[in-house]
């Protein structure tokens, strides 16, 4: 679903453990990283798009995840020019809604291959803010504000983690 502005409507996946780490995924064939995220579909609300997502790149069901939140609002960034498709309506970005989501289930259930066509081929744990130091130039300003609104949602333990980490780091 791409908006009047050229924007398509997208969720993003925050998934943390219980020590407050974030699941981090490799791109397939690219050593690129980042949180897992896709668009939204006609019909389909952000909330469903968020769990068909969760299984289609990561295998995760419903109920092997608590919901802890979502940002406020869409945050949006541009695709730069060299990445933009052809597409009818064109599309100059993503808008994404951002969900906060804790593993409540062992991470063995985590598949990468849940689907029939895989985006990740490798997954690590990493701490809250180290998203931000490795993610592309272009989605960084949506990580930040995501990540800065969502870690007031985490559980105790896992924000106490998270923000000696930002003081650790200087952020």
């Known amino acids: 679903m791409i908006d009047a502005e050229g924007f398509r409507a997208n969720v993003g996946i925050v ?3 219980h020590a407050g780490q974030v699941f981090w995924a490799r791109r397939i064939g690219q050593n ?5 995220q896709g668009g939204i579909k006609q019909h389909e609300q952000p909330e469903q798009a968020l769990f068909r997502e969760l299984h289609e790149e990561v295998g995760l069901a419903p109920d092997e995840v ?15 020019r060299r990445y933009l498709r052809r597409d009818r309506p064109p599309c100059i970005g993503q808008k994404q809604l951002w969900y906060l989501l804790r593993l409540s289930a062992n991470e ?10 895989p985006e990740f081929d490798a997954w690590r744990w990493v701490d809250y803010w180290t998203p931000l130091e490795h993610i592309v130039n272009f989605k ?13 949602l ?5 924000q106490a983690s998270a ?9």
């Open 108 to 117: 063995d259930r985590i598949r990468l291959d849940a689907s029939g066509l």
């Open 154 to 158: 985490l559980p105790q333990p896992a």
């Open 32 to 36: 690129a990283w980042q949180f897992p």
């Open 66 to 80: 608590e919901l802890l939140g979502s940002t406020s609002g869409w945050l949006r960034y541009l695709i730069p």
């Open 163 to 171: 923000s000696r980490a930002t003081r650790l780091s200087g952020g």
């Open 15 to 17: 998934l943390v453990n």
């Open 140 to 152: 960084r300003e949506v990580y930040r504000h995501a990540l800065e609104e969502l870690v007031s």
